[in-house]
């Protein structure tokens, strides 16, 4: 299980303890399942999403954005103890091995429409300080990566997202027809020491330069990718 604990200025409003398997939506909007009835929060702002065994953050199109640990966000692989900033108000996320899960949390529904543009000292200093950082190239670049087709497509394709979905289904970032195929056979995952290739569900299992692939694999240039009918050959863009 992983728990969240939302705080603001410090002071710990309510600790939450969700499924290691369940997304997470975060949002002003009471039908989220952490809601932050604050008009700094966009209604729906981010949402916390289990794959690729870790968590993967995802900023909304929030109007006051997302933070990590001070530091501007799109999309973010979450670590024990990292600190999410939303709005005014922050949350501590951590790893726990304990296997009880609390009552659902009543919150009281939010009437108020439209998200409010935050200009406070010390939240426009951490947008500044992060933009900066990016800019001067602090923060740690992650490498994106290009699939060409060598058999049952044509054509490339940039690998950008942090996540990148492969299967039957139709929501599926890439998708491959097959009786065998997953719904979500594979996943590329974007870290900061390369890309990584998952396997997920399905008969058909990927294979790497002719190799099956159970479990997970650190993607190298050249790598030959093949999953069912599909065959492609994995580079990094440099």
Partial sequence: MIKLTLKIDEDTIKEYHFDEKMPLTIGRNDKNLICIPNPSVSSKHAIIEPADNGFLLKDLHSKNGTFVNKTFINSHWLENGDIITIGKHTIDFSITSSRHMP????????????????????????????????????????????????????????????????????????????????????????????????????????????????????LKDFDQIQIGPVEMEFTYDR
């Fill in 103 to 218: 009552n659902k949390h009543k919150v009281e529904p939010s009437d108020m429409s439209e998200t409010v543009e935050i200009e406070t000292g010390q939240f426009r200093d951490m947008r500044v300080d992060s933009f900066l950082n990016a800019a001067l190239g602090k923060h740690e670049k992650e490498q994106n990566g290009i699939l060409t087709y060598r058999r049952g497509g044509e054509g490339v394709i940039h690998i950008t997202n942090k996540l990148t979905r492969i299967g039957k289904e139709a929501t599926s970032d890439i998708v491959i027809q097959g009786l065998l195929i997953g719904k979500n056979a594979i996943t590329l995952s974007k870290r900061p020491n390369g890309i990584y290739l998952s396997y997920n569900g399905g008969f058909s299992k990927p294979k790497v330069n002719g190799r099956t692939i159970k479990s997970s694999i650190l």
